[in-house]
Every structure is written in structure tokens, then in C-alpha cells.
């Protein structure tokens, strides 16, 4: 089906995008008007969007100082234009009058909604610089920085961080880190799963929200547009998720798996691909363990230290580096007295059992669909095609699979490892038209760390790091306010006493809410940066202080659509409003009164070592810079003779294509940097044998497999009355749980709600619109939570699944209350509703019944 541009809206829904789209081409929109031609006391400043998530590019129009449009800029890569709804919405949010105006000292206690005064900055930063002197001078560890909107990462999660020595919380648990952490410990790179659409022929969108949500990496506009555009090229979708959501017009097929069962459907694809023998052996041998040979003990044979394989001419064993020799992929080998199987082999009879037919039992969709799906994959994968780019003739697999969100569920490391087993079968990392990971080849450094984990005993750190509980660990904040509940449990000695939270707001935004609250009421002091009160800062907070929003200093960041080579900074187009500051300006000053800004391990000798800055460059370590003044250095540093004023005229800094020397795995010499892709995860195992060893339980160690390995999730222990699955998701409207009171943006999703199917709505007597009690149970500790929202009718959802989009709860900001509840109050954390790797699952068993 040939894509249009209206069709693509009609599916979309996008309606304040229509007017933009249907002026001109996608790819290239009409730009603003040119600087040249503003009248006296009126200026075009480039900057980047600050609500959204991947930093488009922005003309922001101002007039006397103030600013009053914006504009997509059309040379950033990006949006090439473009804006959508948060983009151009945002200006209200800098408006909004509801903002943070001066920083705050609260005057009540803690845990009840908060009464503040107000304070200068010098009261509000001397009151937290001392604090923080006092908590780092009894011990580091009592300090803790809450990453939350971090744009400026140089700035605030590796110098501040380092200069305070606070222990850093991530967020990533709440996102995508699962696969994160399967890609890195896989195949060596940092990302989730994203396609070449430049090439691609055949695409899973596995969860992925075709033309309504970002995806990895990216937030909305660009992979939409690169989708349309390959669609338009004849590429083919399939979309394997509970809901249909925007994917109507784009979608070849639609297999509406039931919650939580992804894994199952993943091993039914390999096993059918390896079944029928359509797999990549050249890749498999060359680039992956696949030969490397497992003994019985499920470890691999090693001789003076390196890995073994058959080589079939000598029919013996010989290093897997070997210069000479065929090694086998299949077989077993006696060799002195000892069973030996290639890994290939191992897999071939672990996948065994999960033929499409077993599959199809649990996924809840038919097992013809399987084989359809698997068919469709060998059929486009073109194994042994070869095609030329940069001069390089480089394998050609045009298959792929974008998956993102998906991977926050109880299996979600090894659902993205059995992801990339499939991929890998049939030879698509990393080749064109293949699986991507990351934007260009960069081997991350966790690719060997994951793999040489030492698990200690205790004392462990607040998020168990290298601890027998979660030894690959994505730092769960969820979790660590369980650990802040019984720290004896786990095997913790030191709890924090003071927390700073940047740009988060972990009551609403996180995992299970009434956790988070528990976890909080622990600290003895918060300090939270905001643009608003927020419900953290609400109940929590003892100084507020007011960030400002899209008027400041911010970066460096990526501009690349995943083929150009970009870079941008966030500049301020007007002054901060009120007493707002910008973040880095707020650390600038906040290390200095606590005496950490200067000198040798201060804020600004970290600020030259994360910016690289280095010789004429460098930050004195000894004068407070000015936030412009670091960001021109940086950009001399870079090669831009006119330093910051370059981006103050362009915005961004677009260097080229990305050759396939960076781009491709392949392309590299030797390819993929010369390491092995871990198809079998023997260390998985290793992990397992220990943990066991240490004594942690059953349900800590029983996903450390070396290859993926489906058993029932955890919530399907509940009780028979919770007979739904529940489902969280976000809306492309909003962003986080910090733009839903934005009017422009409210008009477009007002209200929580839950959808759900009208079948199942009706054999409950709930008619469309009705209230309904929405109540979730914890299958192991028996707990049960209840919210109150409204039923919506879809039939776009399976029977057996409701949703309820993240976003909601909030009750501070005043043009957000009576959007209903958070989803957040629902989900549980810690054992069962964490993936192996501590990161959250969202996904439980509810009831739903009239309210």
C-alpha cells in the first residue's frame, strides 16, 4: 500500500501536526522566516525543544525580549522543520503562572501537602550547601542525586555527581533499560532495537506505537517520517502488540499477543527459523560463540584460558581464534572421555520445545500466524545478498525489528536477548537494512563488564549493585525505596539521608507509588530543581528550587537521525522568567558554597574532564565561568572557530552523512571491532551458580540462563478473579508525568481513563463511560491497590487486556487536578515485578467492576 502523507495523519491522528504536514513535502518543510528580515526589536533564535525527548530543533521568535513563537528549525535533522503538539505547546509552559517563582523553605512536616515561604537564593543554596557538607563529612554515601530530565549529562550526571560523590539513582529502569542491558551484554552496543529504514524491507514493530510514540532513542517526528517514507519504498510491517493504536493503515499484519508473553512468541520465531535451516552460518561462525563448545556443566571447554571449538578437519578441538580450520555449528563431539556440543548446537535443542503450536497457547494468537510471521522473515532476511556502500560490499539483510518500551516486563533481558537471537539467525545485526542498535558502531564499555560481574557478599550499596540479587543491574529507583523499607532484607547498612532530585518527579513518574512514598519518607532532607511544585516536591521537598524551562543553557546533544552527523545546544531565546535559574548555573553556585567548585577533584576540574577540555580550552580551575563561556570553549574545542556564536546562528552544527565505516558493524576493521557476539551467555550461568552459592532465592536467580528461557510470569499467581491484564503505555501528547496540565495539550487526552474492550466491558454491566474500580494484585505478597477511572471503549485491545496511559495523577498544578490517577499506583515493585535485572515490569493481574 502506497503511504501518502494524509494517510498518514488519518492514522495518526496527529491533527496540530496537519497543518505543517500538509504544506509541503514531509521531509522538507517550509523554514521560518530568515533572521535578515525581522524588523528592529525582533530576532529568530535558534535553540532546541526542551519538553519532548530528542531535542528537536527550534526557531523561537522574539519580540523585545520576550518570546512569542516557535518554529521547527528545517536544517536540523531531526524534524527537518517539523514540530508536533509538545513542541509548539511549550510555550505555555514557559508562560504558565503557576511556575516556581522563587526558591522555597518548607514550613510544615513531611508527608502531608506542603506549606512553603519563600526564600532568596542565597538563604535556599546556603541552607543546602551545608547540609551537604555536613552529610558528606559523615559519609558520602548518605547522598544521593535522583537523575530525572537530564539534557546537559556532562553537567549534571557525571560532574556533579563525581564532585559531590553523591551515589547517582537512574531512570532508565522505568523506560527500557532491561534491553539496554541485553544489547550491551549481547552484542556490545548502547541502545535497544531499532531498524535501517534507509534499507529495511521487513519490520517487527514489536510494542513500538507506530505513528503515536518515539521508539529507541528518538521521541516522535523522526522515526514516523523514515517509517512513511520506507513504506512508501515498499517496505512491510508487522505489529505484535496487545493494543492496535496508530498502527491501522501501516500494518501488513497484527498478531495481538496477550501481556507479557513476548518471550514465548520470540523462541517460537527462532525455533522455526532454525527448524527450517534459513540461518546465517558464515555470521554465526565468524561473529558469534555460536561455535565455541559447552561441556556438560553448561560452561564452555578452554584451554590455557580461550574458548574451544570442533574443528571438522582435524576432528578435534582448537582455539575458536585459530587461523586455520571449519569450525562445527552442529554436532556432538567426544573428546577424552567428555560430551561437547557447539553452542549453536545447545540452541538448536533448547529451542526445541517451543514450536509455534506451544506458543500459540500462551501468546493467544493462532499458531498459522507463526509460521506466517516466520516465513515473512526468512523470506525478506535475502540470506547470502551482498550490496555496496561507501565502496564496501557489506552483507545485505533487510530485516529488523524496532522494540523499545517492551522491554519493561518481568523477562524483559532475556526477551530482548531472544530478540537478538533472532536477529542474529539470520545474520541481520548490524547489516544493511539490518538491526540497529545504537546510531554508529561504538562498542560500550559493558559489553565486557557484564560479562566479568564480581558478586560480593554484603554490605551492598542502596541499589544492590554486584549484589547475589541483581547482579546485572540497571539502578531501579522503585526498588531502592523497597531497600530504604527493610535495608536488613538486603543486606544494606547505609541508608541516604539527603537527596537531591533533578528534574524528576518520582512520586508519580516512577514504579509503584506507594513504594516510592514509603522510600521517601526515610530521607531526612530533599532538595528538588523543578520548573514546578512537584507532587515529590509537594510531600517531600525541605527547598525547592525554581529551574528554568526553555530558557537556558543546555547540551551537548545529539541532532543525528541515525544518518547524519549532527550536534545542537539548548540556548536561552529570552532571560530566565522570575528568579528561575538554569540547572547548571544552579550547580555552579551550589558548589561553590559547599566548597566544592574549585580546584584539583572540584566541579570544574570534572566539568573539563567529562567536556574534554583540555589546553587553551580548559576551564581555570580557579574563576567561576559563565555557563556561555564553558559552552564556547567547548565548541572551539570542537573545531568551530566562531565557538557558541556558530549555534547561536544555526542551531545546529550538521557535519555530514555518517559514513558505513562508523555506521555498520560490518564495516569495521575487523568487523564488529574483532569481539564475538554473545549468542550463549555462559556467564549468565556463572551468575546463577553463584547466587545460588550465596544463598539468594529461587526468584532472584532463576532468569540467569545462558539462553533465553520462557516460564509463567510471576502475576499469573493471582488469585482467578483478577482475569485482566493490565497495561501501562504513553501518550505521544504528553511527556512524562510533567506536561498534562499544559492546556493546548490537555485538550488532546483530558483525563485518565481505561480502555477496554467493549466485549468484556459489557459481560461486566460497564457501559462506556461508567466509572469503574480498577484493583490490582501483588501474586507474592498478596497486596491488592484500587483506583477509580473511567471505562473507554476499544475494540482496538484484546479481551483479555486493559490499559491505562502513564501521565496522570498529578494534584498540585492547578489546571491538572481531576485529570484522574496516576497508573503508577497500580504496579508493584520489587521481587516478581522486576525484570532479573532490578528493572520494573509494568504489567500486573487486575479486576475491574463498577464504581
Known amino acids: 500500500m502506497k503511504t501518502t502523507r494524509r494517510t498518514f495523519l488519518k492514522g495518526a491522528a496527529g491533527g496540530l501536526l496537519a497543518s505543517r504536514l500538509l504544506g509541503g513535502k514531509l521531509e522538507t518543510l517550509t523554514a521560518a522566516p530568515a533572521p535578515a528580515a525581522e524588523a528592529a526589536g525582533e530576532a529568530w533564535v535558534p535553540t532546541t525543544c526542551w519538553i519532548g525527548k530528542q531535542d528537536c530543533g527550534m526557531l523561537a521568535r522574539r519580540v523585545n525580549g520576550r518570546l512569542v513563537k516557535l518554529e521547527g528549525n528545517p536544517i536540523h535533522p531531526r524534524n527537518l522543520g517539523t514540530l508536533c503538539p509538545k513542541g509548539m505547546a511549550q510555550i505555555m509552559a514557559v508562560y504558565d503562572p503557576n511556575r516556581l517563582k522563587t526558591p522555597l523553605i518548607r514550613t510544615n512536616e513531611k508527608g502531608v501537602p506542603g506549606q512553603w515561604r519563600q526564600a532568596s537564593w542565597d538563604e535556599a543554596l546556603s541552607l543546602v550547601a551545608k547540609t551537604l557538607r555536613e552529610v558528606r563529612a559523615r559519609d558520602p554515601r548518605r547522598l544521593v542525586w535522583q537523575k530525572g530530565r537530564s539534557k546537559a549529562s556532562a553537567f549534571y550526571d557525571t560532574a556533579f555527581v563525581k564532585a559531590t560523590g553523591a551515589t547517582k539513582l537512574h531512570h532508565g529502569a522505568f523506560c527500557s533499560d532491561a534491553g539496554y542491558r541485553a544489547c550491551e551484554y549481547t552484542i556490545g552496543l548502547h541502545g535497544v532495537l531499532h531498524p535501517d529504514f534507509r534499507h529495511t524491507r521487513y519490520l517487527l514493530a514489536w510494542g513500538w506505537n507506530l505513528t503515536g510514540a518515539g521508539g529507541n532513542k528518538l521521541c516522535w517526528i523522526t522515526w514516523p517520517q523514515q517509517m512513511t517514507a520506507a513504506r512508501e519504498r515498499g517496505m512491510k510491517i508487522a505489529v505484535i502488540d496487545p493494543r492496535l493504536r496508530g498502527a491501522g493503515p501501516f500494518a501488513d499484519r497484527w498478531l495481538p499477543i496477550r501481556p507479557a508473553t513476548d518471550l514465548a512468541l520470540a523462541l517460537a520465531l527462532c525455533a522455526e527459523v532454525v527448524r527450517r535451516g534459513a540461518i546465517d552460518r558464515d555470521y554465526l561462525r565468524k561473529h558469534t560463540n555460536a561455535p565455541f563448545l559447552v561441556q556438560p556443566d553448561g560452561y564452555f571447554l578452554r584451554r590455557d ?8 578437519g582435524s576432528g578435534a578441538p582448537q582455539p575458536y581464534d ?12 567426544t573428546y577424552e572421555g567428555q560430551i561437547l556440543k557447539p553452542a549453536f548446537q545447545v540452541l538448536k535443542e533448547h529451542l526445541a520445545q517451543y514450536s509455534p503450536e506451544w506458543a500459540a497457547s500462551i501468546c493467544g494468537v493462532p499458531s498459522d500466524h507463526i ?10 532476511a535475502m540470506l547470502g545478498s551482498t550490496v555496496v556502500v561507501d565502496g564496501i560490499p557489506l552483507p545485505y539483510r533487510p530485516v529488523a525489528i524496532m522494540a523499545y518500551h517492551v522491554a519493561q516486563q518481568e523477562l524483559g533481558f532475556q526477551l530482548t536477548r531472544a530478540l537478538l537471537l533472532l536477529m542474529m539467525l539470520l545474520g541481520s545485526i548490524e547489516a544493511v537494512g539490518g538491526q540497529r542498535i545504537d546510531f554508529t558502531w561504538k562498542l560500550h564499555e559493558n559489553f565486557k563488564k557484564l560479562d566479568e560481574i564480581e558478586i560480593k557478599d554484603p554490605p551492598y550499596n542502596i541499589y544492590l549493585k554486584d549484589s547475589k540479587f541483581f547482579p546485572i543491574n540497571s539502578n531501579n529507583s522503585a526498588l531502592v525505596a523497597k531497600v530504604m523499607q527493610d535495608p536488613a532484607k538486603y543486606g544494606v547498612d547505609t541508608l541516604p539521608e539527603m537527596a537531591i532530585v533533578h528534574m524528576a518527579n518520582p512520586v508519580l513518574s516512577f514504579g509503584s507509588k506507594p513504594d516510592i512514598i514509603e522510600g521517601y519518607k526515610k530521607f ?5 530543581i523543578d520548573a514546578w511544585l512537584s507532587e515529590t516536591a509537594d510531600l517531600f521537598a525541605d527547598v525547592v528550587l525554581p529551574a528554568a524551562t526553555l530558557e537556558k543553557y543546555e547540551g551537548p ?9 549532527a550536534v545542537a545546544l539548548r540556548l536561552p531565546p529570552m532571560a530566565p522568567l522570575y528568579q528561575a535559574r538554569g540547572e547548571i548555573d544552579i550547580y555552579l553556585d551550589l558548589c561553590e558554597k559547599a566548597e566544592l567548585l574549585y580546584g584539583k577533584g572540584g566541579y570544574l576540574d570534572h566539568l573539563n574532564q567529562a567536556l574534554k577540555l583540555k589546553g587553551p580550552y580548559a576551564l581555570p580551575l580557579d574563576q567561576k565561568p559563565a555557563v556561555r563561556d ?12 566562531e565557538g557558541i556564536a556558530y549555534f547561536e546562528k544555526h542551531g545546529v552544527w550538521v557535519k555530514g552523512s555518517i559514513p558505513a565505516k562508523k555506521y555498520y558493524g560490518y564495516a569495521q576493521e575487523p568487523p564488529f571491532g574483532g569481539i564475538r557476539h554473545r549468542l550463549y551467555g555462559e556467564s549468565l550461568l556463572r551468575y546463577r551458580d553463584t547466587m545460588r552459592a550465596k544463598g539468594a532465592a529461587e526468584i532472584y536467580w532463576r532468569d540467569y540462563t545462558p539462553l533465553p528461557t520462557w516460564r509463567q510470569p510471576t502475576m499469573e499467581g493471582s488469585p482467578a478473579q483478577y482475569d485482566l491484564y ?7 501528547e504528553f511527556k512524562q508525568s510533567r506536561s498534562s496540565f499544559i492546556p493546548l495539550l490537555a485538550e488532546l487526552a483530558p483525563e485518565q481513563r481505561l480502555d477496554i474492550n467493549p466485549r468484556t466491558a459489557r459481560a461486566r454491566g460497564i457501559a462506556d463511560g461508567d466509572e469503574v474500580w480498577v484493583e490490582s494484585h501483588n501474586a507474592v505478597t498478596g497486596e491488592t491497590r484500587r483506583v477509580k477511572v473511567r471505562a473507554r471503549y476499544t475494540e482496538a485491545i484484546r479481551p483479555d487486556t486493559v490499559g491505562m496511559p502513564h501521565h496522570y495523577g498529578m494534584w498540585v498544578h492547578p489546571w491538572a487536578k481531576g485529570q ?22 509494568f504489567h500486573v493481574k487486575v479486576r475491574v467492576y463498577r464504581a
Open 322 to 333: 585459530a587461523p586455520q580450520g571449519q569450525p562445527a555449528l552442529e554436532g556432538t563431539f
Open 371 to 380: 509460521y506466517w510471521l516466520a516465513q515473512d522473515l526468512i523470506e525478506h
Open 820 to 841: 484522574g490517577p496516576a497508573a503508577s499506583e497500580l504496579f508493584f515493585t520489587g521481587e516478581g515485578y522486576v525484570a532479573n535485572t532490578a528493572d520494573q515490569s
Open 557 to 565: 546533544l545529539s541532532a543525528t537521525d541515525q544518518y547524519t552527523d
Open 726 to 732: 493490565l497495561i501501562s503505555y504513553k501518550l505521544i
Open 630 to 641: 564553558i559552552f564556547d570553549r567547548w565548541a572551539k574545542s570542537q573545531g568551530l572557530k
Open 305 to 312: 584460558g580461550k574458548e574451544q571449538v570442533w574443528d571438522t
Open 524 to 528: 531526612k532532607f530533599v532538595v528538588v
